[in-house]
């Protein structure tokens, strides 16, 4: 039994193909169209997600959309008519998009697949509590779920067993913590939807001192972590603003314009809002575990992917373990609601998988050694030999351990935000100018953003303070103890970011912490294999991991993508299967950073 999920129209537009229960196949449109957050239908996601498993439309048993549409379009009309006349704006622009475009999905899924199977629709949240707890390797577990707003569930508490789940708790919008959170990376100067990640990074710098205004004035919050926002702050009920004039006098001024300089009152503005967050997912993470009694949690939906608050549940000890699906934002509503439809629907069994159902997110394409050695052929001037695995490993460890930044293409390209080791840039993480020249010279945004480690699963206790695998860079933890370097407490903002604060410079955060992906040996073999070739070349199994793209554009997907980026970027080496090219000296920029005029803002 062949089912596809499909996810579009808000942002991450993506397709998964589960087969007999299993995820076979799943892919994010972005990464065909080189649109970034591509939100369109994903007729490129779909189109190879069928080739891949050597289907036709004729062989799929049903086709499952990732939420309810109308139901989706009433909440919105609902909340135009509650402020109304203040959102004219904002619904003459919506509304036409809906009636020729959003309410149409079923007609568009026939007509642009020329299929005529049936078609279900989970609700936006199951999709995200389905891709939570169905992939994951327990047996029973709660389900926590919290993003910006799927139908009207903002958030959602429920049980998963078996091969059932349940939502038995809902916030419904306009309360939400994923929109409270994309408040503040409107105010502070970063695009809704994307930059809520720089607003993670950027907190470390700054001080909480606006947590209890938050608390007091934004959001009246309960000991089960539901809440009520007070809306008299906020733009996005009414308008295409998420914050008023009344949030910006709260704060001390205007927000930030996009690209302009940082002050000390953004990274304040930040380190008050994540620990806001950070209280808010604590608080519903423990009425997670009071209400089902588990041992065990599932997470999914945007918020999810703050993996800075999903630490600060480990931590505490709420549950014995958590497991967090990687494409946890829209993306992952498209597994989610294909394995919905196979275990709800369908009705069929679930055996739960170790170390999980996701294959360590390596879903995407592939390309093998003849078509990457075909391309090098036809479309470069480089005469590069193909050599053997271990040859490739030593090199490769080698030009990483002489400060080379290496972009890594191979396997499967990663299903979800992160690169995981198949379409990775990678550094030596013991560099302390390796941040700076990674962010200013390869990936072309701000020097303030750290960058993750990968490590050997087998050491992650001898580098960080972690005692749980992290496969999926979702978790946040302390660098080990052994590492750390005494820093001068008296500075402050920015400067923060010159400081040595561990053996490991280049992944270690201003507060010590790391976003850990720790590789598993049989999950990415290749990659993991590189970790110990570098670790026997300088004693140290971690590297830099950050993925292979550009600001302003997705990670790379094809041999052709890898090579424009890599030619495009002052890297100095791309591997590419067992193809090792070494930048020639000729084909150096003069000036890498020029080429930010011609990327879009991130």
Not at 179 to 196: C, D, I, K, M, Q
Not at 244 to 259: D, T
Not at 436 to 448: Q, T
Not at 472 to 480: C, E, P, R, T
């Amino acid at each position: 039994m062949h089912i596809l999920g499909i996810s579009c129209y808000y942002h991450d537009a993506a397709a998964a193909l589960v087969s007999d229960g299993k995820i076979v196949a799943a892919a994010q449109e972005e990464r065909f169209t080189r649109i970034k957050h591509d939100q369109n239908y994903p007729a490129n996601a779909i189109a190879w997600c069928l080739r891949e498993a050597g289907l036709t439309v004729s062989d799929l048993d049903a086709v499952a959309f990732y939420d309810k549409p109308f139901l989706k379009f009433e909440r919105i009309l609902e909340t135009y008519l509650a402020y109304a006349p203040a959102g004219i704006r904002s619904a003459w622009k919506a509304l036409p998009v809906w009636i020729k475009q959003k309410l149409w999905i079923s007609e568009h899924i026939r007509s642009e697949l020329g299929y005529e199977g049936e078609l279900l629709y989970p609700e936006h949240h199951e999709s995200h509590a389905a891709s939570a707890f169905f992939p994951s390797p327990f047996e029973e577990a709660a389900i926590l779920t919290m993003d910006g707003v799927g139908e009207w569930a903002t958030s959602s508490v429920g049980h998963g067993k078996g091969s059932r789940i349940s939502l038995q708790q809902e916030l419904h919008f306009p309360h939400s913590l994923g929109l409270l959170y994309s408040a503040f990376t409107y105010f502070t100067g970063f695009r809704v939807n994307s930059g809520e990640y720089k607003v993670m990074g950027l907190a470390p710098y700054g001080e909480p001192k606006y947590r209890n205004l938050i608390l007091d004035e934004l959001i009246d919050l309960k000991e089960d972590g539901s809440f009520r926002m007070n809306m008299r702050y906020f733009g996005y009920g009414s308008g295409l603003r998420m914050t008023n004039r009344r949030f910006a006098r709260l704060f001390g001024g205007p927000p930030r314009k996009p690209e302009s300089p940082l002050t000390q009152r953004e990274m304040d503005l930040a380190a008050s809002v994540q620990s806001a967050t950070e209280e808010i997912m604590f608080r519903m993470a423990r009425h997670a575990q009071k209400m089902t009694g588990s041992r065990h949690l599932c997470l999914a939906g945007g918020v999810a992917l703050n993996c800075v608050g999903n630490g600060k549940i480990l931590r505490e000890k709420i549950f014995d373990r958590i497991w967090i699906q990687p494409a946890a934002g829209d993306a992952g509503g498209a597994v989610g609601a294909a394995l919905m439809a196979w275990h709800h629907h369908f009705d069929r069994p679930r055996t739960p998988s170790v170390p999980d159902a996701m294959s360590g997110a390596l879903l995407g394409p592939s390309f093998d050694t003849e078509t990457i050695g075909e391309f090098l052929k036809t479309n470069t001037s480089y005469d590069v030999p193909l050599i053997n695995e271990e040859e490739m490993l030593d090199r490769t460890a080698g030009l990483l351990a002489d400060g080379k930044v290496v972009g890594w293409f191979q396997g499967r390209m990663e299903f979800g935000p992160r690169a995981l080791g198949s379409r990775s840039i990678l550094g030596d993480p013991r560099s302390a100018e390796m941040q700076r020249k990674l962010n200013l010279k390869i990936k072309y945004r701000e020097s303030f953003r750290p960058f993750a480690p990968s490590v050997a699963e087998e050491h992650v206790r001898d580098y960080f303070e972690l005692d749980e695998p992290s496969p999926y860079m979702l978790l946040v933890a302390d660098v080990a103890r052994r590492l750390r370097k005494p820093v001068d407490a008296s500075v402050q903002g920015l400067d923060k970011l010159y400081q040595v604060r561990s053996g490991l410079p280049a992944i270690t955060h201003v507060d010590g912490s790391a976003r850990i992906q720790t590789v598993d040996r049989t999950v990415n073999p290749r990659y993991h294999a590189l970790l110990t070739a570098f670790e026997q070349q300088t004693g140290c199994p971690v590297l830099i991991n950050t993925s292979f793209n550009v600001r302003g554009e997705p990670i790379v997907c094809t041999p052709d993508d890898a090579w424009r980026c890599f030619m495009r970027t002052d890297m100095d080496v791309l591997v590419m299967d067992r193809y090792v090219i070494e930048k020639r000296p000729e084909d150096r920029l003069a000036d890498p950073t020029e080429t930010i005029a011609s990327l879009q803002p991130d």
